[in-house]
């Protein structure tokens, strides 16, 4: 282990698994501390569906596109503030305290937003469950990779990942399940209560980290968690490079501040890949898509509230599936080469998207003065009123499609598609519960608020689809991993409270405008700017994102005291040999 990198003989995934019968103690730290990640992942994925129902029982919601940003980024608000607090909890009480904290306010949000009668109070209960999803976001993974074996770290982080996409998926199947219940989103929002008790019952029977331990002079327990977790010689080992990272912490004493960070070349390094990743895994527009998926699958033309969630429960099973992808290649394949990958076929996915809304609004159904004309007079758009009859006429540039009347400006209008199908003329009424139940009351009706009927719809899912594929596995959990390793020990807590602060700020700034954008430039034209962002971010990975596979926490120090620009991600690693020096093991820069 020291010195260098592990050799993989074998697959990481199954000696991961195979564990569970050799040391079940390594899985119970591990899959108890996780718990955390599926709390941050239903939470988060939750509010997707809940906000379809939320928009139907409070009027000043519905069709307020900035209450409704409000109602989902105020999550991400209170992840940035509960983030910063944990990287200071984290060192000051311990990573376990940390973990607790957060299941408080996971419970203590899911009951005020489950009693709310009305959007102020679902505001209050969305800060209280980031402040906990932010504390959850840095703490759990954390944890867990300080109660790793070194050679299976990766693997067993990337559960936490796991956790928060099936988190996610789980939320979807709740939101399914209760779409005909009585209190639909008080049941969704609710829910998340459960698992934060099991979570803080499992906890309060485990034992603290045991580098936290050692770091604070407990060193008796943290030897004989390390003994539980680690073979005999293994765990002599752990104990002693131990010793060398704490005396060589003691032996400065200078205080912990940002100034002291940012003047550590080492520090300074893991401080820039740490922070970019967890950023630019924000910014190519992750959590457009975990946060509006049913309302994405709405503006590709799918009109029903149920219809939108089963269609999105789809990209959300493929978002699991990517994290247990993920465990199985990460110690594998290693995280730099697993973050190209996930980013090309990014960038492809978006490019599909843009491609297809870009077709889905230049080319919606005409709107028909004769269908507008069989509904009452009153419920016909304003705005298309005063254009007839040059709404039918293109070359006057009058002409109405049902992308202009979703846009139309004086007052808010819908579009009541012909009964004969879909893709042909349809009507332009105003948009209230009484014009809806007019246009369903006709046979082979829908009615569309969101997006327009297209025959290119199913394109869109496809579109969605790849892009999970291809984030999950990748940018989905290989920050995290990245942000739990890299860090020197003293510097530990603080700079990965510092990358999930980052994270949730490019979260926030994501969720609170991507309505905004939609409304303002197009879909297309968004999706667009996220594939631009993510041609930085595979730019940024192949510059600054070393590759930490295989080694111990304690040498990834020493890694960064001696790195060098790397483009040829693909070659092994070198290692440093017994005087210190760097041996190629295999093909390198």
Same mark, same amino acid.
């Given at each position: 282990?020291?010195?260098?990198?592990?050799?993989?003989?074998?697959?990481?995934?199954?000696?991961?698994?195979?564990?569970?019968?050799?040391?079940?103690?390594?899985?119970?730290?591990?899959?108890?501390?996780?718990?955390?990640?599926?709390?941050?992942?239903?939470?988060?994925?939750?509010?997707?569906? !809940?906000?379809?129902?939320?928009?139907?029982?409070?009027?000043?919601?519905?069709?307020?596109?900035?209450?409704?940003?409000?109602?989902?980024?105020?999550?991400?608000?209170?992840?940035?503030?509960?983030?910063?607090?944990?990287?200071?909890?984290?060192?000051r009480f311990g990573r376990r305290t940390s973990i607790l904290v957060a299941d408080f306010l996971?419970?203590?949000?899911?009951?005020?937003?489950?009693?709310?009668?009305?959007?102020?109070?679902?505001?209050?209960?969305?800060?209280?469950?980031?402040?906990?999803?932010?504390?959850?976001?840095?703490?759990?993974?954390?944890?867990i990779s300080e109660a790793s074996p070194a050679r299976i770290r990766g693997a067993l982080v990337?559960?936490?990942?796991?956790?928060?996409?099936?988190?996610?998926? =789980? !939320?979807?199947?709740?939101?399914? !399940?209760?779409?005909?219940?009585?209190?639909?989103?008080?049941?969704?929002?609710?829910?998340?209560?459960?698992?934060?008790?099991?979570?803080?019952?499992?906890?309060?029977?485990?034992?603290?980290?045991?580098?936290?331990?050692?770091?604070?002079?407990?060193?008796?327990?943290?030897?004989?968690?390390?003994?539980?977790?680690?073979?005999?010689?293994?765990?002599?080992?752990?104990?002693?490079?131990?010793?060398?990272?704490?005396?060589?912490?003691?032996?400065?004493?200078?205080?912990?501040?940002?100034?002291?960070?940012?003047?550590?070349?080492?520090?300074?390094?893991?401080?820039?890949?740490?922070?970019?990743?967890?950023?630019?895994?924000?910014?190519?527009?992750?959590?457009?898509v975990m946060y509006y998926s049913p309302t994405i699958v709405q503006l590709a033309g799918f009109?029903?509230?149920? %219809?939108?969630?089963?269609?999105?429960?789809?990209?959300?099973?493929?978002?699991?599936?990517?994290?247990?992808?993920?465990?199985?290649?990460?110690?594998?394949?290693?995280?730099?080469?697993?973050?190209?990958?996930?980013?090309?076929?990014?960038?492809?996915?978006?490019?599909?998207?843009?491609?297809?809304?870009?077709?889905?609004?230049?080319?919606?159904?005409?709107?028909?003065?004769?269908?507008?004309?069989?509904?009452?007079?009153?419920?016909?758009?304003?705005?298309?009123?005063?254009?007839?009859?040059?709404?039918?006429?293109?070359?006057?540039?009058?002409?109405?499609?049902? %992308?202009?009347?979703?846009?139309?400006?004086?007052?808010?209008?819908?579009?009541?598609?012909?009964?004969?199908?879909?893709?042909?003329?349809?009507?332009?009424?105003?948009?209230?519960?009484?014009?809806?139940?007019?246009?369903?009351?006709?046979?082979?009706?829908?009615?569309?608020?969101?997006?327009?009927?297209?025959?290119?719809?199913?394109?869109?899912?496809?579109?969605?689809?790849?892009?999970?594929?291809?984030?999950?596995?990748?940018?989905? %959990?290989?920050?995290?991993?990245?942000?739990?390793?890299?860090?020197?020990?003293?510097?530990?807590?603080?700079?990965?409270?510092?990358?999930?602060?980052?994270?949730?700020?490019?979260?926030?700034?994501?969720?609170?405008?991507?309505?905004?954008?939609?409304?303002?430039?197009?879909?297309?034209?968004?999706?667009?700017?996220?594939?631009?962002?993510?041609?930085?971010?595979?730019?940024?990975? =192949?510059?600054?994102?070393?590759? %930490?596979?295989?080694?111990?926490?304690?040498?990834?120090?020493?890694?960064?005291?001696?790195?060098?620009?790397?483009?040829?991600?693909?070659?092994?690693?070198?290692?440093?040999?017994?005087?210190?020096?760097?041996?190629?093991?295999?093909?390198?820069?």
């Amino acid at each position: 282990m020291e010195g260098g990198v592990h050799e993989f003989d074998g697959s990481t995934f199954k000696e991961c698994f195979s564990l569970s019968w050799r040391n079940p103690y390594v899985l119970r730290l591990a899959f108890s501390a996780g718990i955390g990640g599926l709390l941050f992942g239903y939470d988060t994925g939750v509010i997707s569906g !809940a906000l379809l129902y939320i928009r139907d029982d409070f009027r000043s919601v519905d069709r307020n596109t900035w209450l409704q940003e409000m109602i989902v980024s105020m999550a991400v608000a209170g992840a940035i503030i509960g983030a910063a607090i944990g990287g200071w909890t984290t060192d000051r009480f311990g990573r376990r305290t940390s973990i607790l904290v957060a299941d408080f306010l996971f419970f203590a949000g899911a009951v005020v937003m489950a009693s709310a009668t009305g959007p102020a109070q679902l505001v209050v209960g969305r800060v209280f469950v980031g402040l906990g999803v932010g504390m959850a976001s840095m703490t759990s993974p954390l944890y867990i990779s300080e109660a790793s074996p070194a050679r299976i770290r990766g693997a067993l982080v990337s559960t936490n990942g796991f956790l928060i996409t099936g988190g996610q998926f =789980l !939320a979807y199947l709740i939101n399914l !399940a209760f779409t005909k219940a009585p209190g639909t989103w008080r049941w969704m929002l609710g829910v998340a209560a459960l698992p934060a008790v099991l979570q803080f019952g499992l906890m309060l029977f485990l034992p603290e980290s045991p580098r936290w331990l050692y770091r604070k002079g407990r060193a008796e327990e943290a030897e004989a968690i390390l003994r539980r977790i680690y073979s005999a010689e293994e765990a002599e080992r752990e104990i002693e490079e131990l010793k060398e990272s704490v005396a060589a912490e003691r032996a400065s004493s200078e205080k912990v501040s940002l100034a002291a960070l940012l003047r550590t070349a080492t520090v300074r390094r893991a401080l820039v890949a740490g922070v970019g990743l967890q950023v630019f895994q924000q910014l190519v527009g992750i959590n457009t898509v975990m946060y509006y998926s049913p309302t994405i699958v709405q503006l590709a033309g799918f009109a029903s509230n149920q %219809t939108a969630l089963a269609l999105s429960l789809v990209t959300s099973g493929l978002n699991a599936l990517g994290s247990i992808v993920s465990i199985y290649f990460i110690d594998r394949t290693g995280r730099k080469k697993l973050l190209v990958i996930s980013l090309v076929g990014v960038i492809l996915s978006l490019g599909v998207l843009v491609a297809v809304f870009h077709e889905t609004t230049s080319h919606s159904p005409a709107v028909s003065a004769a269908e507008t004309a069989r509904f009452d007079g009153s419920l016909t758009c304003p705005d298309y009123r005063q254009q007839l009859p040059a709404a039918s006429s293109a070359s006057s540039g009058g002409f109405w499609d049902c %992308t202009r009347c979703l846009k139309a400006r004086s007052t808010e209008c819908g579009f009541c598609s012909s009964g004969a199908g879909k893709l042909l003329p349809g009507a332009c009424l105003v948009s209230n519960a009484t014009t809806r139940d007019a246009c369903h009351g006709e046979a082979g009706r829908l009615w569309y608020t969101r997006g327009c009927p297209s025959r290119y719809g199913w394109l869109a899912l496809v579109g969605l689809a790849l892009y999970i594929i291809f984030f999950s596995p990748g940018m989905g %959990t290989v920050p995290w991993i990245v942000n739990s390793e890299i860090y020197p020990l003293r510097y530990r807590g603080v700079c990965g409270g510092a990358a999930a602060t980052a994270n949730w700020v490019s979260n926030l700034a994501v969720a609170q405008s991507f309505l905004s954008l939609t409304e303002a430039i197009g879909v297309a034209w968004t999706f667009l700017i996220f594939g631009g962002l993510s041609v930085a971010a595979l730019a940024f990975v =192949l510059v600054c994102v070393p590759e %930490t596979k295989g080694l111990p926490i304690e040498e990834v120090e020493k890694m960064l005291e001696r790195r060098e620009l790397r483009l040829r991600f693909w070659a092994k690693p070198r290692a440093a040999d017994a005087d210190g020096k760097e041996t190629a093991k295999g093909a390198g820069v």
